[in-house]
């Protein structure tokens, strides 16, 4: 059985992961275990685990304000802690899977393929940007651009005038655990919808809101290599 660590163990995607089936070894090490702005703490780690794979969960994500407000704790988590973690898989060999955003898109057409020029729209779609860089310097990674959400959907509100690839994290686990062994940069969610639509059918309280620049209006992914592999 092969070996997976996790950074950023005690997160929210990793919550749903220690429910999931798998026929890997899933090793959870949360941010007291491992800091990953400390080589020391991340090479003690993987000497211990061994691990096969690393699938960097580490990182900052909500609130998005937190980007804007608090650059330095951004730029150290989400990029520096990131190609901390490439440069130690790089000297051990080992297999990257990074999650991104789909926030790295410029959202002004929709439809964006794996290929298709990146403009971030906000910090946090920068910092992502940042660590996917050193990512992409190490071949032997996958990169997986996604819009994951928490199910239920924890607002009570949302946008009826932007469209995206939303995908609960429950969803994207047996997509994850099919697409693992690949390399590159998959995009990977459900069908383009808006916000609205897809939260609608499983929240039926959900109230209509429009995003009023919060975000742009076309920032949904074309899943074609996706459903290739799959």
């Given at each position: ?82 190609a901390n ?12 899977i990074y ?58 509100k949302a ?72």
């Amino acid at each position: 059985m092969k070996n997976i660590l996790i950074t950023g163990g005690d997160s929210r995607f990793a919550s749903e992961l220690k429910k999931a089936k798998s026929k890997f070894k899933l090793i959870f090490c949360g941010k007291k275990k491992l800091d990953i702005l400390s080589l020391k703490s991340i090479r003690k780690n993987f000497l211990r685990y061994k691990p096969d794979y690393i699938l960097h969960l580490a990182g900052l994500s909500r609130p998005m304000k937190i980007h804007e407000k608090n650059i330095i704790k951004s730029v150290s988590l989400n990029i520096i802690g990131t190609a901390n973690i490439v440069k130690e898989c790089f000297k051990n060999k080992i297999k990257l899977i990074y999650i991104s955003t789909n926030y790295l898109y410029p959202g002004n057409k929709g439809n964006y393929k794996e290929t298709d020029a990146l403009l971030p729209w906000n910090n946090y779609g920068w910092s992502k940007l940042g660590g996917e860089s050193s990512v992409q310097m190490y071949k032997n990674s996958l990169i997986i651009r996604c819009a994951l959400t928490e199910y239920p959907f924890k607002h009570k509100k949302a946008f009826s005038d932007v469209k995206s690839n939303f995908i609960y994290h429950k969803d994207f686990i047996p997509i994850l655990f099919k697409i693992i062994n690949k390399k590159g940069i998959i995009n990977v969610g459900k069908k383009s919808q808006t916000i609205f639509n897809f939260v609608k059918k499983d929240k039926k309280n959900i109230i209509k809101s429009k995003s009023k620049g919060i975000m742009p209006k076309r920032v949904d992914m074309n899943l074609g290599k996706l459903v290739k592999i799959l």
